[in-house]
């Protein structure tokens, strides 16, 4: 089973309705209604995070998390007409969870999953080198390398997906089947992001870039940059695909186009228009000096056949790399805008540097602590979010400067629109929301009766 883009846009949440958290407090969320962002404000206390979490566990299909968390019964309408919802029960230390879903064809399927016959997840059997992220994948910090849930399965021997009894559901339930299929949910817990790694790999100087001794928040935001190189390796790797396959088949494709009548104005805007495309993929170390072409003003047909073919074999050795440098184009704009005296680049292999006022080069290590968490927050919601997910965010404001939460909600709305993200905040910051009240949902601690 396989969405198109549009299909995939009705599975997203539209209402999380959470009764008897922690036994005592309800809530009724409105999601994206006036945009990709939705804030969830709260004082401290009144379950922001385990809501974000049951959303998260919903949405991936995580019995597990769900048999754990604390509450009484859980509702999750999506934009295409379906419902899940899970009452959640305990009897004997046993819990139970009483699944009905309906959907967007109106069928009802029912079915319940207790913690005595589920799989527990063993990622603790892993070796130290093997990170879980917020997308569900897992990075490998020896090779700087990205594996699915499946990957881990098949190579360890360990379950991480919560085993044979989750897929045993998924295949008899169809609503099931469609929720494992789309892009994985991103959870960014930011009191995590600069956590150190696991001790016995400290020194690895593959999961820590600056080096022994600089410390585990470089080792984590090492992991986000490594998922940049990896991007610009596929799309360069893709370019010159084109590129080969085009130069193989130019004899051919010129005879083709042995009648066809083209326009001298039509080759001069389209080159203009490659050669600023090409310049601002530069920019961005994607692309080298741009081909320069002179085309004759009174061009043969001839000559204006194979200058047409070329500008068209060169807009598709391009393309591989414009939704790279549209996520690399945002985060240096969000970088910049933020880090005083200092500039970040990337060079050809999809590498961060960063460069003072004065010339001189700038370790990660050495970024303060709010540069170093503002830089993995972006880097991992713009290059680890899955395009058209959903992205949860529990409180943003840790480590953030005053001046970066006031922007802090339209920087989100930007990359939200660029990978076309639902993203949903958690927090209990006014400079995080700073008026943005249309996106607010606010919800407190009321007990139930």
């Known amino acids: 089973m396989e969405f198109s883009d549009s299909e995939a846009l009705g599975w997203r949440p539209v209402t999380l309705e959470i009764e008897g958290l922690f036994g005592q407090v309800s809530h009724k969320i409105a999601i994206a209604k006036g945009g990709p962002v939705t804030i969830i404000a709260g004082p401290n206390g009144c379950g922001k995070t385990h809501a974000l979490k049951l959303l998260r566990a919903v949405l991936a299909v995580d019995f597990n998390d769900l048999l754990s968390m604390p509450f009484n019964k859980i509702r999750v309408a999506l934009s295409n007409g379906s419902i899940v919802s899970a009452e959640r029960r305990e009897d004997g230390g046993t819990v139970y969870l009483d699944f009905e879903m309906r959907g967007p064809s109106g069928v009802i399927e029912r079915f319940s999953v207790n913690s005595d016959e589920f799989d527990f997840d063993e990622s603790d059997d892993l070796p130290p080198w093997m990170h879980r992220q917020a997308n569900g994948r897992w990075y490998d910090a020896r090779v700087e390398r990205y594996l699915s849930a499946r990957e881990i399965e098949r190579r360890y021997g360990v379950s991480v997906s919560t085993g044979t009894q989750r897929q045993n559901l998924i295949d008899q339930h169809e609503i099931l089947q469609s929720l494992s299929i789309l892009s994985a949910p991103t959870l960014i817990d930011t009191k995590r992001l600069d956590t150190p790694l696991r001790t016995n790999v400290r020194e690895d100087p593959v999961a820590f870039p600056g080096g022994p001794g600089s410390g585990g928040k470089v080792g984590r935001i090492g992991q986000y940059i490594a998922q940049i190189r990896q991007q610009v390796s596929e799309a360069r790797r893709e370019s010159l695909s084109r590129s080969q396959d085009a130069d193989e088949k130019f004899a051919s494709n010129l005879l083709k186009r042995s009648k066809k009548l083209v326009r001298q104005e039509d080759l001069v805007a389209e080159y203009e228009r490659l050669s600023k495309l090409s310049e601002e993929l530069s920019l961005n170390?994607?692309?080298?000096?741009?081909?320069?072409?002179?085309?004759p003003p009174n061009a043969d047909e001839t000559e204006r056949r194979v200058l047409e073919l070329f500008l068209q074999d060169w807009e598709r050795k391009l393309e591989p790399l414009l939704p790279?440098?549209?996520?690399?184009?945002?985060?240096?704009?969000?970088?910049?805008?933020?880090?005083?005296?200092?500039?970040?680049?990337?060079?050809?292999?999809?590498?961060?540097?960063f460069r003072s006022s004065l010339g001189g080069e700038v370790r990660v290590d050495q970024l303060s602590s709010g540069e170093q968490h503002l830089l993995a927050l972006f880097t991992l919601l713009i290059f680890s979010a899955n395009s058209g997910s959903v992205v949860l965010i529990d409180e943003p404001e840790i480590s953030l400067h005053a001046a970066w939460k006031h922007s802090f909600v339209s920087d989100i709305e930007e990359v939200a629109?660029?990978?076309?993200?639902?993203?949903?905040?958690?927090t209990h910051s006014t400079a995080i929301i700073n008026g943005r009240w249309d996106i607010v949902q606010e919800i407190g601690v009321v007990e139930e009766r």
């Open 417 to 426: 629109r660029l990978n076309d993200l639902t993203v949903i905040l958690a």
């Open 324 to 353: 790279v440098h549209r996520k690399l184009t945002a985060l240096k704009r969000i970088v910049d805008d933020k880090f005083i005296g200092k500039t970040i680049r990337l060079d050809v292999r999809g590498g961060l540097h």
């Open 285 to 295: 170390a994607l692309a080298g000096k741009a081909v320069s072409v002179k085309i």
